[in-house]
C-alpha cells in the first residue's frame, strides 16, 4: 500500500469527533451489568491508593477503607488512608478518562501484585450511582494541603483548596440519585460488599463496625501452624460462604501436590490459589451446579464463572484467586485468552489429582460422594482415563437387582448383560427366568461406561436388543418357507418371525423390539430436556449416531421350547395346530402387553381368544 504525504498531496486530515457528553453516558451507565458494580469500583480504587502509598511513601500508617453514610442526606462516603491526589494529578487522573496513576505505577514496579486498577474508566461509574460527586483529597506529596474536587456529571468539575481533611487519604462523597437512596444502608452495604471484598488484602469497615467485613484470611493465606482438622474446618466453612445451595461436603485446595514439589511449579500453580469443594445434596446426576467465584487481585470479578471448571463435574463450587487472569473493561467477566485456558486446564487437573486424595485419605467423605453423585461420576469417568481407573470399581451401576457394582455383574462366563429398554420388555423377563441381574443401558452413561470397562477388562458386554447382542442370545435356526408362512401368518401381526434356539427352554416365544432405534429417537430428542447436562448428551450421542433407523419388531419363537417343537413338527406334517397357534398368539399379546408399549397389542382380542380356547379345548 502506497502511503500519502498530506503536505505533498494537498490531502486534507480531518480530526473526529468525540461526544464526551454521549461517551460520559455510555461508559458511566452501560459498562456495568449492575449499578452496585460501581462501588466496587470506588473501593478498589481506595485499595489502590493504599498500595500506593506503601509503594512510594517511606512513613508508617495504619491502612484502612471506611465506608460510611448519611441515611438522612442520602450520602456514602468510602474513605482511604491511601497516597491521595495532588492538584495535579486531580486534574491529570481522577478527571481524565482513560488515564489513571494506577497502570502507570503497575509498569514501573515488579512488586505491583496487590494494584487492581487498569482502564482509568473505574472512577466514573461513581456517576451512575450519584447525582454529585465530591472528592476530598490529601497527599502525602503535600500532607499540609486538601483539595475539593466536586462535579454532576464527570465533564464539568472544579478542584480547590478545602478545608484540611486532618490526614492523608481520600473521601469519595457520593449524593446518591433517586434509584439507589437505599443503599445509604449500613447492613444493606455490608451484605453487598463482604462478597465482593472477601478476598481483599486491606481492612475493609462498614460504618463503625470494628470488625472489617473481609476480617476471613482465605485458608491458602494462612501461615501460622496450624493443626490439619483446624485447617480441614477453616476450608469447609470458607466453602459455606461461597456456596448458597448446597452443604459442601468436603474440599479440595487447588495444587496441594505442588507445595511439596517446589521443582515443578508451574506459572499457573505459582499464580492461582483458592479451594474447590463437593458439594452435598442428593440432585438428579447430571444436573449441572458447577459455580466458580473468580477473584482477580483480590477483587471478585466474576462469581459465576463455571465454565473454568470441567464439564463433568457438575457437583462442584469453588473460589479461586489469580493475579495473571485478565479481566474484559467491565471488570465482570474474564478475556478468554491462552492464560485462561491453562487456568481451565490447571483446575480440572488439581480436580482429579483431589478426588484420588480424598478416596484415599478421606473413606467417609468419598463414600457420601460415591452415594450423593454417583451418576454424575459415571459420565465422568468417561472423560478421563485418571478418573475411570479410580471409579470404575465404585459406581455402581442401575440393574434389575437395583444398584449394583459393576462386578456382581459379571456371570462365569465373564458376561455383562445390558438391556437398552426403560420398560419392562422381553430382556426382563428373560433375565427374571435366568436369574441373571442385567444392566439398565437406558440411564445416560452407563451403556459407553460398561462398554469401557468390558473393552479395558477383557469381558464381553451383551447388549440386548441391539442387532449384536442378540446375535449372542438367539442362535438363529432355518425353516423351510412354507412352514415359516404359517407360522408367521398365525402367530404375528406386524412383526417378523425368526426360528431361534434361545434361554430359557420354558419360554416359548418373545416379541423383541428394536432398542437401538427406539433409544436413538429418545435420546436424539432429548435436547430440550434440561436435566441433562449437554456434556452428557453429547458422550451418548457418540453412540447413538452410529445407529442406523431400523423400525422393526421382531418375534423369536424358541424352538428348543417343546410346544414350539411340537407345532413345527405338526405343521411339516400338514395338521392343523390353529387352536395351538392362536393359544400362543394370544399368550404373546399379553406378554407383550404387560411389558413394551410400542408394541401394537389387541389386548382384549386375545384375552377373548384365550376364553374360547378353554372352552373348546375338551371338545
Ligand atoms: N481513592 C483514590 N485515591 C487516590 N487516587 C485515586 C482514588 N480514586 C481514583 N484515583 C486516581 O484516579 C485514577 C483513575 O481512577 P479510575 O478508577 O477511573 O481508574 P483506575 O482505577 O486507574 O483503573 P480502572 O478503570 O481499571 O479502575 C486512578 O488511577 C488514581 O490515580
Known sequence: MQIIDNEESGIEINEAGVDLGGLMTVLSKHLYSTPVVALRELVQNGHDSIVRRRIEDSNAFESSI????????????????????????????????????????????????????MFGLGFLSAFVLASKVQVRTCSYQTPNLTHLYQSRN????????????????????????ENYKELANEQRLNHLLSHYCALLHEPIFIGHNELAINHEVPPWRITEEIHPIQLHKRRLSFAKQFESHFEPITTIPLFERAKTNSNEISVVEKDLKGLLWIQDGAFYG????????????????????????????????????????????????????????????AISES?????????????EAWRRILTRHNEALLAAALCDDRLFNLLQDKVKIPS????????????????????????????DMIFRTLKIPVAYGHRYAVIPFLRKWAQLNNLVLIELGTEKGNQHFFTKEELDE???????????????????????????????????????????????????????????????????????????????????????????????????????KSMKIIMTASGDSQVNVNLSQALSDISQLVITMND
Open 66 to 117: 471506611k465506608i460510611t453514610v448519611d441515611s438522612k442526606m442520602k450520602t456514602l462516603t468510602i474513605s482511604d488512608s491511601g497516597a491521595g491526589l495532588t492538584l495535579e494529578e486531580i486534574h491529570q487522573y481522577l478527571a481524565t478518562v482513560g488515564v489513571g496513576y494506577t497502570r502507570t505505577l503497575r509498569a514501573q514496579n515488579e512488586d505491583s501484585d496487590g494494584l487492581i486498577g
Open 154 to 177: 464527570a465533564q464539568n468539575y472544579t478542584a480547590l483548596l478545602c478545608e484540611h481533611r486532618g490526614e492523608v487519604g481520600t473521601d469519595v462523597i457520593l449524593t446518591l440519585n
Open 286 to 345: 447430571t444436573s449441572d451446579n458447577r459455580n466458580l467465584a473468580v477473584f482477580v487481585r483480590g477483587m471478585l470479578l466474576d462469581d459465576d464463572a463455571k465454565d473454568l471448571l470441567p464439564t463433568w463435574a457438575g457437583f462442584m463450587g469453588g473460589v479461586i484467586e489469580s493475579q495473571k487472569l485478565t479481566p474484559t473493561a467491565s471488570r465482570e467477566t474474564l478475556q478468554k485468552d491462552n492464560y485462561y485456558y491453562e487456568v481451565k486446564h
Open 351 to 363: 480436580l482429579i489429582e483431589g478426588l484420588a486424595e480424598i478416596a484415599k485419605k478421606q473413606p
Open 400 to 427: 434389575s437387582e437395583g444398584d449394583i457394582l459393576v462386578s456382581r455383574l459379571i456371570n462365569k462366563e465373564r458376561k455383562i448383560h445390558v438391556m437398552l429398554s426403560e420398560e419392562a420388555g422381553f430382556e
Open 482 to 584: 412354507v412352514t415359516t408362512k404359517v407360522l408367521s401368518d398365525g402367530l404375528c401381526d406386524n412383526e417378523q418371525l425368526i426360528v431361534a434356539k434361545f434361554l430359557p427352554q420354558e419360554l416359548p416365544l418373545v416379541v423383541v423390539p428394536d432398542r437401538e432405534a427406539i433409544l436413538k429417537n429418545r435420546l436424539e430428542s432429548d435436547e430440550a430436556d434440561k436435566r441433562i447436562s449437554s456434556a452428557a448428551l453429547d458422550l451418548v450421542r457418540q453412540f447413538t449416531k452410529k445407529i442406523e433407523t431400523r423400525p422393526e419388531i421382531r418375534v423369536f419363537i424358541n424352538s428348543s421350547n417343546p410346544a414350539i417343537d411340537f407345532i413345527i413338527h405338526q405343521v411339516k406334517m400338514g395338521k392343523d395346530v390353529s387352536k395351538s397357534i392362536l393359544l400362543l
